[in-house]
């Protein structure tokens, strides 16, 4: 049974820090790329991170580069999102994602969000 479960959400002050992370299971997780998403109330879902296979390339919204920083273990299955100097604008619902596309197939899993609140 293939999860993706994150967890380290809560309520964090403006400038605090959090640390998302996001446990794998079921399938081979260092066979996929890895990211991390956010919704906002009344908002799209948006690409927030990115992490290669090998863990060599990142990439990340212009929103939140040099705050946030991602991660992956490959030993632990797990992705992590290190978001550092928050704003009330980072206020979402935090999801992992993780995909794998082979020639013309995609497998890609959702994990089931994990809200972070920035608010003094």
């Known amino acids: 049974q293939v999860q993706l479960v994150e967890s380290g959400g809560g309520l964090v002050q403006p400038g605090g820090s959090l640390r998302l992370s996001c446990a794998a299971s079921?399938?081979?997780?260092?066979?996929?790329?890895m990211r991390w998403y956010r919704q906002a109330p009344g908002k799209e879902r948006e690409l927030v991170a990115y992490?290669?296979?090998?863990?060599?390339?990142?990439s990340y919204a212009d929103s939140v580069k040099g705050r946030f920083t991602i991660s992956r273990d490959d030993a632990k299955n797990t992705v992590y999102l290190q978001m550092n100097s928050l704003e009330p604008e980072d206020t979402a619902v935090y999801y992992c994602?993780?995909?794998?596309?082979?020639?013309?197939?995609?497998?890609?899993?959702w994990g089931q969000g994990t809200q972070v609140t920035v608010s003094s």
């Open positions: 079921g399938f081979t997780f260092s066979n996929y790329r």
């Open positions: 992490i290669s296979i090998t863990g060599r390339s990142t």
């Open positions: 994602n993780a995909r794998r596309d082979i020639s013309v197939t995609t497998y890609e899993y």
